[in-house]
C-alpha cells in the first residue's frame, strides 16, 4: 500500500531530538520551544508566536482570546475540518456557513458579505488544500463593519498571498503541524498575532491561566494546550527545509497535472490564481457528476489496486453531530456537498517516491480513463 502521506525526517530531526533527550529537557520547559516559535513567526512576519498541542488547539485558544461568546457570530466557511467550528460551539455562539467558490475549493468571499449581522463578531478565512482564500476581501469587510479575523493556515506553510506569508493576515493565525503538513511536529500547532494582548491571552490560556505570582489561583479556565520540547525540536529541523519542500510539493504537483490532463470529466487543482501558486499541500480530485462515479467508489478500487486515499471534508451542514444540536436546518450548500461526494485526495506526501508516485498516476488512470 503505498500511503497518502508520508513525511520527510532525514535532516537535523535526530540530532536535535537527540539533544533533548541528553540534557533532559523533553517538557514545554526546554529550549526549543522558545526558538521555533520565534523561527516560525519570523518565516510568516509575525511579532509572537505561541506553540501548542495541535492546529485544533491553536483554533480553540484564538476563539477564546477574541472572547467570542453567547449571542455573537462567526462567519466560515462551510467545506472545512470540524476543529474550525469546534469553540465556536463551545462557546455559545453561532456559526454561520458559506459555500465554496467552485474552482479554488476555498470559501466564496462574494457570498459573505450577505451572512454579516448586527452580532457578526468575525471572520473565520479557511486556506483549503494549498491554495489560499482571497484575503484582500475579506480584510476589507472586516474593517468595515468592525470584525476580528482567525486565518486558519493550518495547511499553508511556505505559502503567500499576493507575495506576503500566509499566516500574517487577521487579528490571529494558526497552523498546525501533523505528520501530513509541510513542517510537522507530529502532533503540534501554533496561534500567531501581531498583538501583544492577544499574544498573552493565548500564552495563558495553553498553559491553564497559571498566574504569575499566585500560581495556583486562577481566575479564568485555560487548558493544558503545551507543545514539547521533543515536538519543537522536530518542527525546527522541519522549518529549516522549508522552502526546499514547498519545491519538492510544486514538483508532484506538476507531474500529476500532467499525467491527468487528459482524463476525462476530472477537476484537478488550479496550478495558480492571479494572487498565489499552489503549494499543494494535498493533490485533490473531484470527479466529473457525469462519470457516474462517486469518490467513495473511486476510492475503494484505488485501494485495491494498493493505493491510499483520504476523502475531502464533509460539510459542516451534513455533519450529524452539528444536525443533532439543531444548527443548519434546511440550509444546503451545493459546492461544498459536490466536493465531499466527489472528492478525494491520493498520495502527496514529502516521502512519496518517484516510483511510488508512477504508481498512483498508473493506477487513477486505470479507473478514470
Known amino acids: 500500500m503505498i500511503p497518502v502521506n508520508t513525511p520527510l525526517l532525514d535532516g537535523n530531526e535526530k540530532k536535535y531530538l537527540l539533544e533533548c533527550i541528553e540534557s533532559g529537557w523533553i517538557s514545554s520547559e526546554g529550549p526549543f520551544v522558545r526558538q521555533f516559535e520565534e523561527a516560525f513567526a519570523a518565516r510568516v512576519a509575525r511579532r509572537h508566536g505561541i506553540a501548542v498541542s495541535n492546529g485544533t488547539a491553536a483554533l480553540d485558544a484564538a476563539v477564546e482570546a477574541l472572547g467570542i461568546g453567547p449571542g455573537d457570530e462567526v462567519i466560515l466557511p462551510a467545506f472545512t475540518i470540524i476543529s474550525c467550528i469546534g469553540q465556536i460551539i463551545r462557546a455559545g455562539a ?68 499576493k507575495g506576503r506569508p500566509c499566516g500574517s493576515f487577521g487579528d490571529l493565525s494558526t497552523f498546525s503541524f501533523y505528520p501530513n503538513k509541510h513542517v510537522t511536529t507530529g502532533e503540534g500547532g501554533m496561534v500567531l498575532t501581531n498583538d501583544d494582548k492577544l499574544a498573552e491571552d493565548c500564552r495563558s490560556l495553553r498553559n491553564l491561566c497559571f498566574q504569575p505570582h499566585k500560581r495556583f489561583v486562577h481566575e479564568r479556565l485555560g487548558w493544558n494546550l503545551r507543545m514539547t520540547n521533543l515536538q519543537a525540536a522536530l518542527g525546527l529541523a522541519q522549518l529549516e527545509r522549508l522552502d526546499e519542500f514547498l519545491a519538492r510539493k510544486r514538483r508532484m504537483g506538476a507531474h500529476y497535472d500532467a499525467a491527468f490532463s487528459t482524463l476525462p470529466a476530472l477537476q484537478r487543482p488550479l496550478a495558480e490564481t492571479d494572487y498565489a501558486r499552489n503549494a499543494y499541500w494535498v493533490y485533490g480530485l473531484v470527479l466529473g457528476e457525469e462519470r457516474n462515479m462517486k469518490a467513495e467508489e473511486a476510492m475503494r478500487q484505488l485501494a485495491a489496486r494498493g493505493i491510499g486515499t483520504r476523502p475531502f471534508f464533509c460539510p459542516m451542514h451534513w455533519q450529524p453531530v452539528l444536525q443533532r444540536q439543531g444548527l443548519f436546518k434546511g440550509e444546503s450548500y451545493p459546492v461544498a456537498e459536490r466536493l465531499y461526494t466527489q472528492g478525494f485526495y491520493i498520495p502527496s506526501g514529502l516521502g512519496l517516491t518517484d516510483a511510488e508516485r508512477d504508481s498512483v498516476c498508473e493506477a487513477v488512470a486505470e479507473i478514470l480513463a
Open 94 to 161: 453561532t456559526p454561520v456557513l458559506v459555500d465554496s467558490d467552485p474552482t479554488t475549493w476555498n470559501m466564496d468571499v462574494r457570498q459573505v458579505e450577505a451572512k454579516i449581522t448586527p452580532r457578526t463578531r468575525a471572520i473565520m478565512a479557511v486556506h483549503i488544500y494549498g491554495l489560499p482564500a482571497d484575503m484582500d476581501p475579506l480584510l476589507e469587510l472586516s474593517a468595515r463593519h468592525g470584525l476580528a479575523v482567525i486565518e486558519d493556515a493550518a495547511q499553508m506553510h511556505g505559502q503567500t498571498y
